[in-house]
């Protein structure tokens, strides 16, 4: 029996690694995912802003009972399946582009979009810099997470009368993805060092852009279709080498996995079952690691002490999307009342709105009370809308009606100039 | 008297009433049924999250449809069935004023008190904008 003991190799290496530490971890880590599902379910809200919370509360009890470390937000595991739980999410983001919607509406979607980025953009970075007194890296950070949009927050609105069909509809939902496209590029290029690297890289989106689209329908004619899940591995192959490289160039790899989606939207776009695949991959394991981390580094306290900076960013980044999107839904001709919720809608952005904010204190560029108040200012924006909307509901084809337009039918469509 | 009667469906045991009643005032004066099941998008929406959503809403109602299909085309009345997406409230008065519907009937279900915050009480958002009679059935 002892000869056998000693010739029994260890399944796990033990030197400084406690394996039952990281299993009771992801325990714990799991059923606060699992919980955040439930409170989602019962509440109605969407599972990433439950997360969020959840991340928030566990890491205030779990402070005040263990200690502000055993929540474990900064173990290399756990960091690395919050990473790739927001490199793919960015990646199915940017592969709900219609390309064909976008081929027709280009001009007046990236007008509409540059406008809808650029003025919250430029208004909350300036809001950081001259009135909250932040630094200018800091307040450029502020910028990039208060100018998202959300596609899909639209998209609903959209498919509610089927406006997603009508010029209009198309213009709005293609100028989301410019003003998300905004947010990445700002992210991945405003922080980054102008160097060698940074030429390799974007020498390397270009070939990703030229060759993916080409590639990857042949790799998955030849190799798709199989439980082993070849395309799933292809794209996170891709996915992750093109990470490395942006770390390796200083900048953030969620501007290539958007990029990465956007140019696949034509192909793995359309694959609805390769897309639900990846989707219980990704809202299966992975984001509730990342969602909940991001949560874990908001300050509650800091917040209740000082809410000064999360209310001005908050009001800055509606009145600036107010500024740049209300006259696109008015030159449509869209009753007032419905103009404004179309914009107020518009302001949320949930997933690049805390990507922005937690790259900003990955990388030092702001503080955990800067970070809280952009998160909260972030939550708050996908918050206040639906609030105001229930609060003062009126069917909103009614208020079509009264202004003179037909209530059964979208409005009519209008080429913008 | 009614022509055309629009129920809005859920699934649930006060909608299953409803049912019950919409298809009787049906057989009685001879009007098409229309079933309108409304997929409605989380509050506080997330992105990608959001597409997803919508896609297994709109398949679970679709489901939800096919018994109900059965059990009209059994009781041997003209109806038609449609999924919706949006605010329920809002979709049930524009698939009415969209059918031209002489009555919608609704079935009532109790909301904790965060939903009728968050929510509001849909029977009575409906009964107050609906352009046509609204029977609400407990």
Redesign the interface.
């Given at each position: 029996m002892l000869v056998a003991a000693r010739s029994r190799r260890r399944l796990w290496p033990t030197r400084g690694f406690d394996v039952g530490e990281v299993w009771g971890l992801a325990a714990l880590w799991v059923g606060l995912a699992l919980l955040a599902t439930l409170v989602?379910i019962w509440?109605?809200?969407?599972?990433?802003?439950s997360e969020i919370a959840v991340g928030t509360i566990a890491q205030l009890l779990i402070g005040v009972l263990v200690g502000t470390a055993a929540l474990g937000a900064d173990q290399p595991w756990v960091t690395f399946l919050a990473g790739t739980g927001a490199i793919l999410?960015t990646f199915?983001?940017g592969a709900?582009l219609d390309p064909e919607v976008f081929r027709r509406k280009w001009k007046e979607a990236t007008a509409v979009g540059l406008i809808s980025f650029f003025v919250p953009f430029l208004g909350c970075a300036a809001a950081a810099r001259y009135l909250l007194g932040w630094d200018p890296m800091a307040s450029w950070l502020a910028g990039i997470a208060m100018s998202t949009t959300?596609?899909?927050?639209v998209?609903?609105?959209m498919?509610?009368?089927g406006f997603n069909v009508t010029d209009y509809g198309k213009t709005v939902l293609a100028a989301c993805f410019i003003t998300d496209l905004g947010t990445v590029v700002a992210l991945g290029l405003i922080f980054a060092p102008f160097t060698y690297k940074t030429l390799v890289f974007a020498a390397a989106n270009a070939v990703m852009f030229i060759a993916l689209p080409r590639v990857t329908p042949r790799f998955f004619r030849r190799f798709g279709g199989r439980p082993s899940e070849p395309e799933a591995k292809f794209l996170l192959l891709g996915l992750f080498g093109m990470g490395a490289l942006a770390v390796w160039a200083d900048s953030e790899p969620v501007l290539p996995a958007y990029l990465m989606g956007m140019v696949l939207a034509g192909t793995v776009g359309k694959d609805?079952v390769l897309i639900?695949r990846l989707?219980t991959l990704?809202?299966g394991l992975l984001t509730p690691f990342y969602f909940i981390r991001a949560g874990s580094f908001v300050s509650v306290p800091v917040l209740i002490a000082a809410p000064g900076a999360f209310l001005l960013m908050l009001v800055v980044k509606v009145t600036a999307k107010i500024a740049g999107v209300y006259p696109v839904t008015k030159a449509f001709k869209a009753p007032n009342k419905e103009a404004m919720y179309t914009t107020l809608l518009m302001s949320?952005?949930?997933?690049?709105g805390t990507i922005s904010a937690l790259f900003g204190l990955s990388h030092e560029v702001i503080d955990q009370a800067q970070y809280s108040a952009l998160v909260a200012a972030v939550?708050a924006s996908?918050?206040l809308p639906?609030l105001i909307a229930?609060a003062f509901?009126?069917?909103?084809?009614?208020l079509r009606k009264a202004h003179g337009a037909e209530?059964?039918t979208p409005a009519p469509a209008e080429e913008m100039k | 008297m009614f022509q055309r009667i629009l129920l809005a469906y859920d699934g649930s045991e006060p909608a299953q009433k409803a049912y019950g009643v919409a298809a009787d005032l049906a057989r009685k004066y001879g009007a098409e049924l229309f079933v309108l099941t409304v997929a409605r998008p989380p509050e506080f929406a997330e992105d990608v999250e959001t597409e997803a959503i919508i896609e297994n809403s709109r398949d679970y109602h679709e489901r939800l449809l096919v018994p109900l299909r059965e059990r009209a085309a059994k009781d041997g009345l003209r109806a038609r069935f449609e999924v919706a997406i949006g605010h329920p409230a809002e979709q049930i008065i524009y698939g009415a004023d969209s059918a031209q519907a002489d009555l919608i009937v609704v079935g009532h279900r109790g909301k904790t008190l965060f939903q009728r915050l968050l929510l509001g009480s849909i029977s009575k958002q409906v009964i107050q904008y609906a352009n046509c009679p609204v029977l609400v059935v407990r």
């Open positions: 989602s509440l109605r809200i969407a599972t990433a802003l999410l199915l983001a709900e959300s596609v899909a927050v998209y609903a609105v498919l509610e009368f609805h639900r989707r990704t809202f949320t952005g949930l997933t690049f939550i996908a918050v639906t229930n509901f009126m069917p909103r084809h009614l209530a059964s | -």
